[in-house]
C-alpha cells in the first residue's frame, strides 16, 4: 500500500505537467469574436473581416466579427474590456481609442491598464494635402506664407479631437505658425478639394484618388511614402516630426501568457499573409506584427505624446 501511494504521489507532478501543456495547445475550443468598433463596410471593417478569416484559417477555428459603434469607439472598446479575460474576445481597435480617448472623454475603462496588447495590425501615415488650385508647390512655401500671415490660412478636420484635428495641432505647433481649425461633421474633403478651406492631414488612398483636386505637400512619417515617392516627408522639413494612424490587436488584463503568445504567433502568421499584406497594399496601408513588448510601450510613449498635445492645445471632444 505505502509503495502504491509513493508511485501515486510521484506520478501527481506529471499528470499536472501534463495537463497544464494540453490546456495551452487546446486554445481555442469554441469560436473567437474579433470586436470592431468600426461600421461595417468601411476601410477597417473589411481588413477586419480578412484578418478574422485568415486567423480562422490558422486556428482551424471559427473567428467572428462584432461591430460595435459608437463614442468615437468607446462603446466597442468598453464592451471588450468587461468581457472575460479568456481569450475568445479580441479588440481590434485604433491608435485614436488607445493614445487619444483618455484625455479627451471621461471614460469607463483605462485603455492603458484595462487591455493587453497583442501586436499591431497595420498603420497608415496620413498627407497633408492642400487644393490643387492653391499657389503653394512645396511644404516650405505653405510654411513660410503662414508665418508671414498669421491666422490668415485654415485646416479642417473630422470633428474637434478626431485625429486630423490632433495632427494639425503639432503641426502648427512645430512649424510655429497659426492656422484656423475649421471642424465638420461629414467629410470635409470637397471643401478642401474646392479651396474653400486650405488644408486638411488625409488618408492616402482618399488622396490618391483625388489627385486632380488635391495636391499632397508631405507624408506625416520619417521617410516617403513609396506610391508617391516625389511627396515630402514632413520630417525632412520639420525634424522628427511624426504621428501615424494604426490599428492594433488587444485582449484584456489579466489573460495567461500562453493565451496571449499563442494568440500573437497566429495573428502575426496572418498579417504577414500574402492575401492580407495585398489587401493593405491596395488601401496603402503598411503591415504590423511587431512583439508585444514593443507594441505595449510604443503605446504608453504616442500616449504619452498625444496627451500633450491635448493639453497644451486644449483640445475638447465634441
Not at 141 to 146: G, H, K, Q, R, V
Not at 250 to 262: E, I, P, T, Y
Not at 269 to 292: H, V
Request: hydrophobic letters at 40%; proline letters at 6%; glycine letters at 8%.
Amino acid at each position: 500500500m505505502n509503495k502504491l501511494l509513493k508511485f501515486l504521489l510521484a506520478c501527481i507532478p506529471i499528470l499536472l505537467s501534463c495537463t497544464s501543456g494540453h490546456s495551452a495547445t487546446a486554445y481555442p475550443i469554441k469560436p473567437i469574436h474579433l470586436i470592431l468598433p468600426v461600421p461595417a463596410g468601411n476601410a477597417g471593417d473589411i481588413v477586419g473581416r480578412l484578418l478574422a478569416d485568415r486567423l480562422s484559417k490558422n486556428l482551424n477555428q471559427a473567428v467572428l466579427v462584432e461591430n460595435k459603434l459608437g463614442g468615437g469607439g468607446n462603446i466597442g472598446a468598453e464592451y471588450a474590456a468587461k468581457a472575460l479575460p479568456d481569450g475568445y474576445s479580441v479588440l481590434i481597435a485604433s491608435s485614436g481609442i488607445f493614445t487619444a480617448n483618455k484625455h479627451l472623454y471621461k471614460l469607463n475603462f483605462d485603455p492603458l491598464k484595462d487591455f493587453t496588447p497583442i501586436t499591431l495590425v497595420y498603420s497608415g501615415a496620413p498627407l497633408l494635402v492642400v487644393s490643387s488650385k492653391i499657389t503653394f508647390k512645396s511644404l516650405q512655401e505653405f510654411i513660410d506664407a503662414a508665418k508671414k500671415e498669421p491666422g490668415k490660412y485654415t485646416y479642417a478636420s473630422y470633428g474637434s479631437g478626431h485625429v486630423s484635428h490632433i495632427i494639425a495641432e503639432m503641426f502648427k505647433s512645430a512649424a510655429s505658425i497659426d492656422l484656423l481649425h475649421v471642424p465638420y461633421k461629414n467629410s470635409p474633403l470637397p471643401d478642401v478639394m474646392s479651396g474653400e478651406v486650405d488644408m486638411i492631414f488625409e488618408s492616402p488612398l482618399l488622396v490618391i484618388n483625388n489627385l486632380a483636386k488635391l495636391r499632397p505637400l508631405g507624408v506625416v512619417s520619417l521617410k516617403r511614402n513609396v506610391r508617391l515617392p516625389d511627396v515630402q516627408a514632413i520630417s525632412e522639413v520639420l525634424p522628427g516630426f511624426e504621428i501615424t494612424g494604426w490599428v492594433g490587436a488587444f485582449l484584456q488584463s489579466g489573460a495567461s501568457q500562453d493565451v496571449v503568445q499563442r494568440l500573437h504567433t497566429e495573428l502575426v502568421k496572418a498579417i504577414k499573409s500574402p492575401e492580407f499584406k495585398s489587401k493593405l497594399d491596395e488601401l496603402m496601408l503598411e503591415p504590423g506584427g511587431n512583439s508585444t513588448e514593443d507594441f505595449t510601450q510604443y503605446i504608453k510613449t504616442m500616449s504619452d505624446k498625444v496627451g500633450r498635445v491635448i493639453q497644451d492645445a486644449k483640445i475638447k471632444a465634441e
